[in-house]
Structures are given as structure tokens and as C-alpha cells.
């Protein structure tokens, strides 16, 4: 797994401070872009939360998430959440580190009182000394939230004075382009009840399987008013992989006042992806979980169609300067805009999902725009299955027999790659295994890029985009 070094440099360190009424919590930034670009320090937010311990053990739960690695249990840095700012809300979100499990806590309007709210991208400083003292809130009492330096302190910093230094692996910052493809197309399947929600929730294991490693999937279906177990996927079921790995939505279950499931239609009985959210007074906590807690989201491989195209990466050009921080993208505003189909705008947001541009709102049914501090790009150049196809592309391994029908050299063997209404198949290991469950092989894409003028990928069924992820072998297929 390719890692590099990446800095975090704070002008402090976060930190709870006062007692009762006077409290207050400073959360420092790092290393954002806003719309007058890069910042040190950006500054987005100073006013006081609605329902403060809520949103104090929210964010813990994204903090956890953190600093989680739900399969291999190792130690390990964890990264500290990222934060956008929409000019109406706030939306902090991390990866655990075996990149299987996304979190976001959205604090809505309603959850930010007395002050207005800017716009941006950056990570917030959740240290240790922080996570005790927000743990240990256990009223209402008024809290004023700061993200960023006290604003008349910004333009007079003279330089980082905490840093904190981390591994970044390349399937991490994967891992939020492929969860927002996944994610974008599930439905609502199940509500709960506050009352229901908790009691379900803590029926859950908390701990992994025999030997370490986390659980296997398990199936719920809806039941009256709450969620049954059941073996299998029968019809109605959401596919609930890894249990355990609800076990950070503990934070927040006295504060809950609700629970939606969101997931795909089974198709067949592979696991599936699924998405978690707990209703918090002004605020919605998600948790996304990968098909199988064994796989991250960075190798499931949504996103390579669109990576794919040279449409698409024009299309995302033009698309992305359009993007204004806004906390709800309606892709048929963009196309009116932008003068191109809905179809390729959704390809451009799929794109620009790759370079951390945008993101996925479940319960909206809205991407929204946000800027992740890091060469993003990355994610792209380093995802093996794209750059193995465009090494079979340059090595001139693709030749075709027809116009549904081509042939890809690959080392000592040559498959047949074809082609029907828009979906490859091949004759590799790769399709035979999972027949595009966890997208196309290298010889399929390769084939489309050699065509030159792929179709436009549509927003893909839900039983398609969220069926597996892969592992890091079956990333180099």
C-alpha cells in the first residue's frame, strides 16, 4: 500500500475551555482552501451549538471512526476529520484506517446558532486532552463553537506551533471517491424510532469474530417498527456487514432521535454496502459501512468508468468551476448551466468525486461541494486497475474483432473482451469471479479507452454500484 508523509500544522491545539455557561470549544484548522484560496488557518465558524452535547459526542463518534481499523487491529496514527463549511452547516468526516467505515456528522443550520457560517475545506486538531473533556460533557449548558483562530487573530499568526505527522495511504483518499459513487445510489430502506433504534442498535456485537478479525455480514429486514435478523437476503433486506462496526453511533444513542438505513436492492446473496444515520437534534450522524469488513471502499471500483473517459475529464473541468461550496448540488442546475446532459453531469460530479471535490448527502438525495486538503490526484494516478488498462492501452495490447468484440494481450494470455448495451465483459479471472460487481476488469477498460468514445456512464442501479469492494490483490486485476 502506498503511503507518504502528510503534515498537519495547527496554530494550537484544540481545547474545551470554561465551566457552566462560559464554555467553549476551540477547534483548530489546518492547511484549507476557501473561496479566496489556500489558507494556513481558515477560519469558518464562531457562534454557539443548539444542542451541545450532541454535537460534542458526534463529533467524538467521527473521531473514533478516526482512528479505527475495524480489520488486522493494528496501532496506528489516525488522521484527524476533515471539516467543510457550506455557508449553512458544518460537515466533518473521516475514514477508519483499514478504510472500510465513512463518517460524517453534519451539524444542519438548525444545530448552529449566532453566527454565520463561511466556506471551505480544511482538518480540524481532535487530540487527546480534547477527546476526554468532550466525553466528559453531560448537559446542554450553552457551548460556543470556534473553528479556526479567533478571527481578528488570522492575518497575524506567525507560523504552526503543533504539528502532527501521519501515514497517508493512497486507498484512503480512494475511499471518498468511491464511497460517494456507492452511496449515491442507495435508497431509504428502514426508519426507527429513538426508542427502537437504541434497542436494536445495542443488540449489536461490539467485538470482532474468532481470531481478530471483524465479523462476517448479516441481514435485517424490516420488521413493524424495527429491524429483524434474518440468514439471507430476502426481499426487503438490508445487508448489515461487519455489525461491530456501528459500535462508534454508542456515542451518541441517548442523544438519537431516529435512525434511517439506506442501502441498495439485494441482487443475489453477496454482501452489500450500506449507510447507518442517526437523527441528532440539528445534526445527522452517518456511518457508511463497506461490503465486507475485510475490504475498504478504495478498491471497489465505481469510479473507473469515468476515470476512464476523456469526456468525463473535460466535462469535470468545466462542471468544477461552476461549484460554488454549495450544500446542495442539483446536477440539473449544473446542466442548464453548464449547457451539457444530466447524464455527463453526472459523470463530471462521479469525476470530480475522485479529486475529493464533492460529496454525497443520503438524506438530501444531494452531492455537495467541498475541497480535500491533499493531492488528490493521487487517488487516480495509484489506482491499480486504471493504470494497469492504461499500460495494456500504450502497449498497444487491444485489438478489435468487430464492433461488440475486442482482444486484450495480457502477459502470456489473450482475452476477449465484449461488449452489450454499454456493459463489458471479458473472459479473465477477474469477470468470472465477480461479473462486474466490484466494476471492470483492466482488459475492459482498456478496451472502452481504446474506443475512444465510451458512453457516458449513467447513475449506476444500486445492486451494481454497492455490491463489493476489493482487495488489495483484486485492486491490480
Known amino acids: 500500500m502506498t503511503r507518504t508523509a502528510h503534515t498537519f500544522a495547527y496554530a494550537g491545539s484544540s481545547a474545551l475551555a470554561g465551566s457552566g455557561t462560559g464554555r467553549s470549544l476551540g477547534l483548530e484548522t489546518s492547511g484549507g482552501l476557501t473561496p479566496t484560496g489556500v489558507e494556513a488557518h481558515p477560519h469558518f465558524f464562531s457562534g454557539f451549538l443548539s444542542a451541545p452535547q450532541a454535537a460534542a459526542r458526534g463529533l467524538l463518534a467521527v473521531a473514533d471512526v478516526a482512528g479505527a481499523r475495524y480489520f488486522r ?124 433504534a437504541v434497542r436494536f442498535l445495542r443488540s449489536l456485537p461490539r467485538s470482532p469474530g474468532v481470531g481478530g478479525a471483524a465479523g462476517g455480514p448479516m441481514w435485517v429486514v424490516p420488521a413493524g417498527r424495527t429491524l429483524r435478523p434474518t440468514t439471507r437476503p430476502v426481499p426487503g433486506a438490508v445487508c448489515l456487514p461487519g455489525p461491530e462496526r456501528l459500535a462508534a453511533f454508542q456515542r451518541v444513542l441517548r442523544q438519537a432521535t431516529a435512525l434511517r438505513v439506506y442501502g441498495p436492492v439485494p441482487d443475489g446473496a453477496a454482501p452489500t454496502a450500506s449507510a447507518w444515520e442517526i437523527a441528532l437534534p440539528g445534526m445527522r450522524l452517518t456511518l457508511t459501512l463497506s461490503p465486507e ?36 448540488i442539483d446536477p440539473g442546475d449544473l446542466a442548464e448551466q453548464s449547457g451539457l446532459p444530466v447524464q455527463r453531469v453526472r459523470a463530471a460530479l462521479t469525476r470530480l468525486g475522485t479529486a475529493g471535490k464533492v460529496g454525497y448527502d443520503l438524506s438530501e438525495a444531494a452531492y455537495f461541494h467541498r475541497e480535500l486538503p491533499y493531492d488528490a490526484r493521487r487517488a487516480e494516478r495509484h489506482n491499480p486497475r486504471l493504470a494497469a488498462a492504461r499500460a495494456l492501452l500504450a502497449e498497444g495490447a487491444v485489438t478489435f474483432d468487430g464492433p461488440a468484440t475486442a482482444y486484450v494481450a495480457s502477459g502470456e494470455r489473450r482475452y476477449r473482451v465484449r461488449e452489450s448495451g454499454g456493459a463489458f465483459s471479458c473472459t479473465c479471472q477477474w469477470w468470472a469471479d465477480y461479473r462486474g460487481r466490484r466494476g471492470p476488469c483492466k482488459h475492459a477498460l482498456a478496451t472502452r479507452m481504446a474506443r475512444g468514445a465510451a458512453p457516458v456512464p449513467a447513475p449506476a442501479p444500486a445492486h451494481a454500484t454497492a455490491t463489493a469492494t476489493a482487495t488489495a490483490t483484486g485492486d491490480a486485476r
Open 73 to 196: 487491529r493494528t496501532q496506528g496514527a489516525s488522521l484527524d476529520p476533515v471539516v467543510t463549511a457550506n455557508g449553512d452547516r458544518l460537515r466533518f468526516e473521516s475514514f477508519s484506517g483499514c478504510c472500510g467505515v465513512y463518517a460524517r456528522l453534519d451539524v444542519l443550520p438548525e444545530g448552529l446558532r449566532g453566527a454565520d457560517t463561511g466556506h471551505g475545506t480544511t482538518n480540524v486538531d481532535v487530540n487527546n486532552p480534547l477527546r476526554g473533556a468532550l466525553s466528559r460533557l453531560t448537559d446542554d449548558d450553552p457551548l460556543h463553537l470556534r473553528v479556526g483562530p479567533e478571527e481578528l487573530a488570522v492575518t497575524t499568526l506567525d507560523g504552526p506551533v503543533v504539528e502532527k505527522k501521519v501515514p497517508l495511504p493512497d486507498r484512503w483518499l480512494r475511499g471518498f471517491a468511491e464511497s460517494q459513487a456507492i452511496t449515491a445510489g442507495f435508497d431509504l430502506r428502514a426508519e426507527l424510532t429513538a426508542a427502537e
Open 293 to 328: 469488513a475485510d475490504r475498504g471502499f478504495s478498491g471497489e471500483g465505481s469510479v473507473l468508468e469515468a476515470l476512464a473517459t476523456d469526456t468525463a475529464a473535460d466535462d469535470a473541468d468545466l462542471v468544477s468551476v461552476l461549484l460554488a461550496w454549495e450544500p446542495r
